[in-house]
Every structure is written in structure tokens, then in C-alpha cells.
């Protein structure tokens, strides 16, 4: 990169990091200036724009908090103090924000809960958010009742649109008792001795590999992310920002509104993503950004072309998680002009952002800045999964180009505090005490990344997701983005098996096919693409896969099943044959286990 690109790179991504820590400079963890005083900030400001707009309705500023006040004021009335909390379990819709919003107001925190959950795993979000009440809508509110004999404690229900003759002792209509209370905000008073500390929300993780755990949000945190995304993103009241990101999660819910609200600009909000509507939708709805994660991404290029997919007014596109060979398509395809990638977790303390638009990386952290950002990667032993340490006792540092986990330093301040979970052993398990001195305590993200001369980082794999075979290490991230490239696969998940006998983890890959699975020609693509570690040994046809509501894919099932045929079905494949993989039947997969085939 010649002179003046570095120079305009570098002023490009002084602005953005300028801009973000401008608006978050003013957060202070002992303030109780909280994140309903932002919100109210915002209003007094925009109070006749539009803020919210979806599928029932368009709000202003002022009509908005008038909601969201009388969500406050219900919460008081069922006897609710500050410090408590409610479970809101409802789908992408104006009320949802007013519902978390308005609690907020009286110090009530709000426990976001996945509308995807049913049976047990959704007993278990309810009964670990501590709540006795839960909020939720027509969509969902059956969902609750299922899981009642999975929750630890009697629940109160409170339904939007719950018809009359649906009530039950412990089940109640909310419209009328929300839309019969005060539109005046509540009194500063019901928050009193609250501070940024104080738990605003509680955000589950995924639970991709087990049970969700609830990620505790101060009101800090919550700040953070919305203001952070209103200086990120620059947006101005004539933007319009696109969201068809769940609410329950902090991308969606959090990102994805401050960068617009506090700003005075329209969000868009649509109950959920449709690949088909997406553009038309786009076009219609006049939106200027739009909000993503990175699979919402990759669902659009994988789809035919859109005769709406370029006719449009985006000038950014924000989010995380777009990967390095989706993301060249993504933007020419679609005609997007700037994409801001950024990397961080609900819970950590550790973020980036690739002002820079540089295409795969997730962030930037120059030379010059090294000291002032809070983020390190550290050797990681992926058989152990523990950091290595040198022989006196501290962590190594990875050399750049290298791949290591990242880690952040946990202080006092914003930008370094970690707040955990609901559960504090599992809060307990993320912190890595003397890494580089005596004493001193640090984040771990569970990412492995590495960064190059320039001062990007890659996300190369989760810690639980890369495995050891053959002496290498195989991240599964990257053998993913080969398969998806091969010829007739629509979608591959891949992931290590244990194989009796042999040291490591035998790769595994779950193939989504377009017609007819073609092992031969997979297995030339494999072979010319991916050096022998990587290639996967045992091949799993499925007919779809089965994600989270953040499309993120469930690996643990898939697992657990193995290369087993009485568990993952006849499509099995294993490396070896004429064409390369040949079916899997018991009688081979019994000389696997018995040590006479050696793969």
C-alpha cells in the first residue's frame, strides 16, 4: 500500500475510533446517569420524528417513551422495586424496546429471552433469570405455558393480544393494564442509588454447545454498545437503519438501535429476516444502513438474484461476523458502498472495529495504539485448551501472523470491566489470572484470531471448535469456507470426532447438498484445496442445518452423534475408496473401532 492510501486509511480509522469514543467518554461506572436517561436525552431531542416503524405501526420519539412510561408504571404497580426483574419473552415488534425500556425506568431489569426456545432449554433461561413475571405476546405465550413444568418457581404470565377467554389464575391480558397506566415518565426517584454498575439486562448466550447462560448487562455495558454505535456509524436523523435482527440479542438489540435512536433516526424493525422480502424490503422501506450478522449475510449471496437487490438507498451496512469469502460477493454483488465489521461479545470486555472496510478482518489496532486498546492474543494449546505458559509461570504473547486466543484486561473502568453472568462460576471460568504479572486479570474470549504486520486481526476459530489431527491444527472455520465453495453444497458445518485408537479428533463435516451428493467431485475439491490434516475424514449428508436464532450453527448434537450410522443415518461417508469417500456402513465403521482400519 503506497504513501497516501496509508495516510487516508489511517485518518479513515482516526475519525470512526474518534467519533466511537467520543460518545462513550461520558460513561462512568459510578454515575447513575443510566441508559434511560440516554433514551429520554434522545427523545427531548427528536420528540416528533418518527423512531420506530414496523410491520403495525410507525412511532415517534415522543409516542414512543409515552409507551415505554407506561410499561414503567405497570411494573410499579405489581409491586416491582428496582434491582428486580421480568422475563420478556416476545417477538421483534415497537412494544418489545417499550416493554425493556420502560422497565429500566423504575430499575426493573429485563431478561431477554430467545423466542426460539421451547420445552426445557426455555424452562431453564426463565428459571435462571431470577424473575416471577413474564412478559410476552400472542406468538409466544404458548411457549411459556409448555414450559412450566421445566421452571423451578410459579410464574406470573402477562400476554399482549391474549384473548379474553385464554385467561387463566396465572395467566393475564397486559394491553389494557399497560394502556391504562400514566404516560408521564416516572420519577428519577424509583431508580434512586442505582449506578451504571446495577444490571440493566440479561442477554443469553447462544447455547450452541449446552444450555444458554444469562450474560449480565449493566447499564454501563447497554450504554456502551448504543452509543458506541451512534459515533460508529455516524448516522443522522434522515437515515433510516433496517433491523430484521432478533431484539433478544445485543447485535439486534442493542447495536442495532443505539446506532439509529440516539441520533434521531428511523429503525426499521421487522419481525424476522426473509431472504426473499429482504431487498424489496430494503428498497421499500427507503433504509440508508442496515444492521447484520454475518450468516444473514451469507443467506443473501446463496440466494438467485433480486430484481429489488441493487435498486436501493444503503450507504453502510454494520455488524459482525462477516466472513472473509462471503464478504468481496456481499459487497459487489449488492452495491454496498461501506461495510463496518466490528468484533465483540455480549459479555466481554474485548472490541474492534475495521473502520477501514479492509475486506475479512474484524478490526484494526495500529502500531500506536497498542497500548491503549484492550485486547492481547496469548499461545493457546488447542489438545488442553488452556493457554501455554513459559517457565515462569506467565503467558506467552503470540508473534504477529500467529494464531492465538484473544484476551482482555479487566479493570475499572468501562472499556476494561466484565460484568459475567447470572451464574458466577461459570463468570468464574472466563477469567485468566497472572498472565503477565502477579496478580493481574484478564477476559477470555474463547477466540482465536491472529493479526498481520498491519494491525488487522482475523477471527480464526472458536477454542472449542479447533481440534488437533495428524500433529496439526484444524480450525474449523476455515475448512468450512473450502466446503461451502465445493461443487453442489449449499451449507457445511464441521467439526472434530473422537476415533478409538488415534490421537486427536478426526474431522467431520455436515453437508447440506443441492440434489445428488457427488463424492468424487467433492473429493477433488477437497484434495486440491485443503492439505491432508484438514481434509475431512468422515462426511454426514443432512437436509438442513439447525441453527440458533442468531444463525449460529448447532455443533453438539452433531457431535454426540458421531460417524455412528444408527444415530446419524445411512448418508455416511469416510475417506478412502475410488472416488475417494466411499459409504459408511456398520460393518466398516466396526473395523474402524476395532483398530483394522487405520484412516
Known amino acids: 500500500m503506497g504513501l497516501v492510501a496509508n495516510i487516508r486509511r489511517d485518518v479513515r480509522f482516526a475519525r470512526g475510533l474518534f467519533r466511537l469514543l467520543k460518545r462513550i467518554k461520558p460513561i462512568q461506572l459510578d454515575s447513575d446517569v443510566l441508559l434511560c436517561d440516554d433514551i429520554e436525552e434522545a427523545v427531548d431531542k427528536f420528540a416528533d420524528h418518527v423512531a420506530f416503524e414496523d410491520e403495525r405501526r410507525s412511532v415517534t420519539f415522543r409516542e414512543f417513551d409515552a409507551m415505554a412510561n407506561r410499561f414503567g408504571h405497570w411494573a410499579k404497580s405489581r409491586g416491582l422495586r428496582k434491582g428486580d426483574t421480568i422475563a420478556l419473552m416476545m417477538t421483534n415488534r415497537v412494544e418489545y424496546l417499550a416493554a425493556w425500556i420502560g422497565f429500566s425506568k423504575v430499575g426493573v431489569a429485563a431478561a431477554l429471552i430467545n423466542t426460539n426456545l421451547a420445552g426445557p432449554a426455555l424452562g431453564h433461561c426463565l428459571s435462571i433469570s431470577g424473575g416471577f413475571n413474564v412478559v410476552a405476546d400472542e406468538d409466544c405465550w404458548r411457549q411459556v405455558e409448555d414450559s412450566r413444568p421445566h421452571i423451578d418457581r410459579d410464574l406470573m404470565l402477562w400476554v399482549l393480544g391474549l384473548p379474553e377467554d385464554e385467561e387463566a389464575s396465572n395467566r393475564r391480558g397486559l394491553d389494557n393494564p399497560v394502556r391504562g397506566g400514566s404516560s408521564v415518565r416516572p420519577a428519577k426517584s424509583a431508580r434512586e442509588g442505582l449506578t451504571n454498575r446495577d444490571t440493566c439486562l440479561f442477554i443469553y448466550t447462544s447455547g450452541t454447545t449446552g444450555l444458554p447462560k444469562a450474560a449480565r448487562i449493566p447499564h454501563s455495558r447497554a450504554r456502551t454498545y448504543m452509543r458506541a454505535f451512534a459515533g460508529a456509524t455516524a448516522s443522522t436523523p434522515e437515515d433510516r437503519v433496517f433491523n430484521v435482527l432478533p431484539l433478544y440479542h445485543s447485535t439486534g438489540g442493542l447495536v442495532g438501535i443505539g446506532a439509529g435512536f440516539l441520533n434521531g433516526a428511523r429503525t426499521i424493525i421487522r419481525k424476522k429476516f426473509s431472504a426473499t422480502s429482504f431487498w424489496p424490503d430494503v428498497k421499500a422501506s427507503k433504509a440508508t444502513m442496515f444492521v447484520y450478522i454475518g450468516e444473514l449475510c451469507r443467506y443473501l449471496v446463496n440466494c438467485p438474484p433480486n430484481a429489488d437487490e441493487k435498486a436501493h438507498k444503503l450507504r453502510l451496512a454494520f455488524g459482525n461476523g462477516l466472513r472473509a469469502d462471503v464478504w468481496p460477493e456481499f459487497q459487489s454483488r449488492f452495491r454496498i458502498p461501506n461495510i463496518l465489521e466490528f468484533y465483540g461479545s455480549t459479555e466481554g470486555n474485548v472490541s474492534l472495529f475495521n473502520f477501514d472496510g479492509k475486506q475479512g478482518a474484524i478490526g484494526r489496532v495500529p502500531s500506536y495504539l497498542k497500548s491503549q486498546i484492550n485486547i492481547r492474543l496469548i499461545q493457546f494449546d488447542v489438545e488442553t485448551e488452556e493457554p501455554v505458559r513459559g517457565p515462569d509461570g506467565f503467558c506467552r504473547p503470540v508473534r504477529v501472523g500467529d494464531v492465538g486466543e484473544a484476551i482482555g484486561e479487566i479493570g475499572n473502568d468501562i472499556r476494561h470491566d466484565f460484568s459475567g453472568y447470572?451464574?458466577?462460576?461459570?463468570?468464574?471460568?472466563?477469567?485468566?489470572?497472572?498472565?503477565?504479572?502477579?496478580?493481574?486479570?484478564?477476559?477470555?474470549?474463547?477466540?482465536?484470531?491472529?493479526?498481520?504486520?498491519?494491525?488487522?486481526?482475523?477471527?480464526?476459530?472458536?477454542?472449542?471448535?479447533?481440534?488437533?489431527?495428524?500433529?496439526?491444527?484444524?480450525?474449523?472455520?476455515?475448512?468450512?469456507?473450502?466446503?461451502?465453495?465445493?461443487?453442489?453444497?449449499?451449507?457445511?458445518?464441521?467439526?472434530?470426532?473422537?476415533?478409538?485408537?488415534?490421537?486427536?479428533?478426526?474431522?467431520?463435516?455436515?453437508?447440506?447438498?443441492?440434489?445428488?451428493?457427488?463424492?468424487?467431485?467433492?473429493?477433488?475439491?477437497?484434495d486440491g484445496k485443503l492439505p491432508a490434516y484438514a481434509q475431512p475424514v468422515f462426511l454426514r449428508l443432512i437436509k438442513a442445518a439447525d441453527t440458533t436464532g442468531t444463525f449460529k450453527y448447532r455443533k453438539a448434537d452433531l457431535v454426540a452423534d458421531g460417524f455412528d450410522p444408527a444415530k446419524a443415518g445411512a448418508a455416511l461417508y469416510v475417506r478412502g475408496g475410488k472416488s475417494g469417500y466411499a459409504k459408511l456402513t456398520a460393518a466398516a465403521r466396526t473395523k474402524i473401532l476395532d483398530g483394522e482400519t487405520r484412516l
Open 422 to 526: 447470572a451464574d458466577k462460576a461459570a463468570s468464574q471460568k472466563k477469567i485468566l489470572t497472572d498472565v503477565f504479572k502477579k496478580g493481574d486479570r484478564w477476559f477470555r474470549t474463547g477466540d482465536l484470531m491472529r493479526q498481520d504486520d498491519e494491525g488487522y486481526f482475523y477471527f480464526m476459530d472458536r477454542t472449542g471448535d479447533t481440534f488437533r489431527w495428524k500433529g496439526e491444527n484444524v480450525s474449523t472455520s476455515e475448512v468450512e469456507q473450502v466446503l461451502m465453495d465445493a461443487p453442489g453444497v449449499s451449507e457445511a458445518i464441521v467439526y472434530g470426532v473422537t476415533v478409538p485408537g488415534h490421537d486427536g479428533k478426526a474431522g467431520m463435516a455436515a453437508l447440506v447438498v443441492d440434489g445428488k451428493f457427488d463424492a468424487a467431485a467433492f473429493d477433488a475439491h477437497v
